[in-house]
């Protein structure tokens, strides 16, 4: 009897989009479901490593989106792809949003929001792993000049992220920690060109983190 498939969604923003071809038109062109972020790298790294785990990898971000708008089409896009792994990495577009004409969603909004998402999900399937992302930000390229004002709204998000990981017993990938570490190897633009959009480079940071921190680097939680 063949095993049954063990979904595991990412979804979030651009990041997490990568520039995946969308439209149900275009399913049957596998080669470019996952995007060109981590996402990819994280199908491409641990469907390799384990095959007989019979993994199905889908990629629903979309660039662009707000938690608004995730939560917007998070029936389509999430409760009816049965995940049995969620991955959510949201967040910096409320903070340019909320910057830039106020649309973004204030902490305890972007908080309460969130916590919906996930109660939808747990009720679908109370066994779900969930994986919460924390936004991150660089001072670099159209972030430089006014960094302390993207901080100011970035870092009140960031941690409703790690409260509502918490309080939902997910996983939670810290980020912004790590690409500060990574300063002091590599000038800021490397990681993440624009300071929102990570390089190659920066993608493949995630991925790394986001296998350490749910131990599928060593065969655990899939």
């Not at 779900?128 to 970035?154: S, Y």
């Not at 409260?163 to 000038?187: D, G």
Request: hydrophobic share 40%; glycine share 8%; with cysteine.
């Amino acid at each position: 009897m063949e095993k049954a498939e063990k979904i595991i969604l990412f979804q979030g923003d651009s990041i997490t989009d990568g520039g995946r071809l969308k439209g149900r038109q275009n399913e049957w062109d596998l080669n470019h479901q996952m995007g060109h972020g981590y996402a990819f790298l994280i199908n491409a790294a641990m469907g390799c490593r384990y095959p007989e785990k019979n993994l199905c990898f889908f990629n629903r971000g979309v660039s662009g989106n707000r938690i608004a708008d995730l939560y917007g089409r998070w029936t389509e896009d999430t409760l009816c792809l049965k995940p049995d792994i969620l991955s959510v990495l949201v967040g910096i577009n409320d903070c340019g949003s909320t910057l830039h004409d106020g649309a973004g969603s204030p902490p305890a909004r972007f908080e309460k929001i969130f916590q919906l998402m996930l109660d939808e999900v747990r009720e679908a399937n109370p066994a779900v792993k969930i994986v919460l992302c924390e936004p991150f930000a660089l001072p670099v390229g159209p972030l430089q000049d006014d960094f302390d004002a993207w901080r100011e709204l970035l870092e009140p998000l960031q941690e409703k992220v790690r409260c509502v990981a918490e309080k939902n017993r997910a996983v939670f990938v810290p980020l912004q920690e790590r690409f500060q570490e990574l300063l002091s190897v590599r000038e800021a633009k490397y990681w993440v060109w624009d300071g929102v959009h990570p390089t190659v480079c920066g993608h493949q940071v995630i991925a790394q983190q986001w296998m350490d921190c749910t131990g599928c680097s060593a065969g655990a939680f899939l």
